[in-house]
């Protein structure tokens, strides 16, 4: 069974653009997590997506933004880049979503913002 | 509110030697306890968890985990290092109303010396 994909693996980008990343979860999952992890910050949840509803939402700036397609694949988007967003973004997925159910992460998406 | 504090950024162990982990979690209702490993360019693997029952946890590659409650710790242990456990581990806690939400530690990086 393939694992979690994230896409793109890497990416350069500019102050005030925006980017999309986005995850592809293990075949049969249906939750799916976003996080961000900084060298300053550490892992810091972003949001979870159930079946297409957002079910879980960390303290990040609206700038960040995420969404789920009837496939389970998800995307999240940051808006406006700050420098600050620099940092290596993992999804996770799981069946169900909850605490009994394991979460498998990719590999992550790293994000350089100039 | 949950937290996770992690005693010690670095760690350097020799193979063959114990590997100790120090993990102590804040939570106002009952726990659920992860170790995660990260190794370089690659996302987190679950080690073991801590939900329900038995507080002495064994997890993959080896390693285990005490949860005492009455020290609000879940240290990681390892009786025999291996080159192969050079890595970044992570302690996280959840809780029920949580659901997939985690909270992680600031991370510890073991060095395995030869």
């Known amino acids: 069974k393939a694992g979690v994909t994230q896409t793109p693996r890497y990416l350069i980008k500019t102050r005030g653009q925006q980017v999309t990343l986005s995850c592809s979860p293990i075949?049969?999952?249906?939750?799916v997590s976003w996080y961000q992890q900084t060298p300053g910050q550490g892992l810091q949840f972003l949001f979870e997506?159930?079946?297409?509803?957002?079910?879980n939402k960390g303290n990040f700036p609206g700038r960040f933004s995420g969404r789920q397609f009837s496939n389970s694949r998800s995307e999240m988007n940051v808006s406006t880049l700050e420098l600050g967003d620099s940092a290596l973004y993992l999804c996770?997925?799981?069946?169900?979503?909850?605490?009994?159910?394991?979460?498998?992460f990719g590999p992550g998406t790293r994000l350089t913002v100039l | 509110a949950q937290s996770v504090t992690q005693l010690g950024s670095h760690v350097s162990v020799s193979e063959g030697a114990l590997v100790l982990l120090r993990c102590n979690y804040s939570s106002s209702v009952p726990p659920y306890l992860f170790w995660y490993v990260q190794y370089p360019n690659q996302g987190l693997q679950l080690l073991l968890k801590y939900t329900t029952g038995a507080t002495l946890v064994k997890g993959i590659n080896g390693f285990e985990a005490e949860f005492k409650k009455s020290e609000t710790s879940f240290h990681l242990t390892k009786p025999s290092a291996h080159m192969s456990d050079a890595a970044e581990y992570f302690c996280?806690?959840?809780?029920?109303?949580?659901?997939?939400?985690?909270?992680f530690g600031g991370g510890t990086r073991v060095l395995v010396k030869p």
């Open positions: 996280a806690v959840s809780n029920k109303a949580a659901g997939n939400k985690l909270t």
């Open positions: 997506y159930f079946s297409e509803t957002q079910r």
């Open positions: 996770a997925s799981s069946f169900l979503g909850d605490f009994l159910n394991e979460q498998f």
């Open positions: 075949s049969g999952h249906r939750s």
